[in-house]
Structures are given as structure tokens and as C-alpha cells.
Nanobody, 114 residues
Framework: VQLVESGGGLVQPGGSLRLSCAAS????????MGWYRQAPGNQREMVAR??????NYQDSVKGRFTISRDDAKNTVYLQMNNLKPEDTAVYYC??????????WGKGTLVTVSS
């Protein structure tokens, strides 16, 4: 399984970005997909997850971020609105198979700064 993230970049506070994560392989539909982030000096943390249409979010991003998936395209998205400087981090895509095996992408950098 390979995961390739895209869509990161530099954005001003209050701006928006949409991250994408494309997965290879035929296990996407049966897997839990998630977005995690890691800021300098911090541990990696869960941002959002989606499985079978059910989503959950870290409290700090509720109402601003939306995770979605397109099983036909083996792709998961993270729409990020009203970005704040504290959202600056490397964002990672994670796929967890039905038997619990995790796979990670290499990450994409999001920088929120004026």
C-alpha cells in the first residue's frame, strides 16, 4: 500500500486548503482513513478519521475541517477552512486495514502565516 499526500502549502490565517491522499491497492474501501499532523517539537496527533461514513475530529478543528473519501478514486480529502497559525504542521495520511495494519504517507507541509 502506498499513500501519496498533496495540497499542502503556505496560506494566510483565515484561508483554506484542501489536502488529498491517494492510496494504491484494493483495500481502500475496507480501511479506516485518517489525517494526522505533527508540529515541530510536538507529538503526532489525530486530526480527523473516517470509516463507513462515520467521522470524528480533534476538538480544535471541529467546525473548520471536513474529512471525506471517494472510494471510487481510492482518495481521502481534508478540507481545511479558517486556518490558524496553530494549524501549521506536517500533515500525514494514515490507512488502517480491517486487521489493524497501519500505513502512513510521507506527509505534506501546511504553513499558516501572514
Amino acid at each position: 500500500v502506498q499513500l501519496v499526500e498533496s495540497g499542502g502549502g503556505l496560506v494566510q490565517p483565515g484561508g483554506s486548503l484542501r489536502l488529498s491522499c491517494a492510496a494504491s491497492g484494493d483495500i481502500f474501501r475496507r480501511s479506516v482513513m485518517g489525517w494526522y499532523r505533527q508540529a515541530p517539537g510536538n507529538q503526532r496527533e489525530m486530526v480527523a478519521r473516517i470509516v463507513s461514513g462515520t467521522t470524528n475530529y480533534q476538538d480544535s478543528v471541529k467546525g473548520r475541517f471536513t474529512i471525506s473519501r471517494d472510494d471510487a478514486k481510492n482518495t481521502v480529502y481534508l478540507q481545511m477552512n479558517n486556518l490558524k497559525p496553530e494549524d501549521t504542521a506536517v500533515y500525514y495520511c494514515k490507512l488502517t486495514t480491517s486487521d489493524g495494519m497501519p500505513y502512513w504517507g510521507k506527509g505534506t507541509l501546511v504553513t499558516v502565516s501572514s
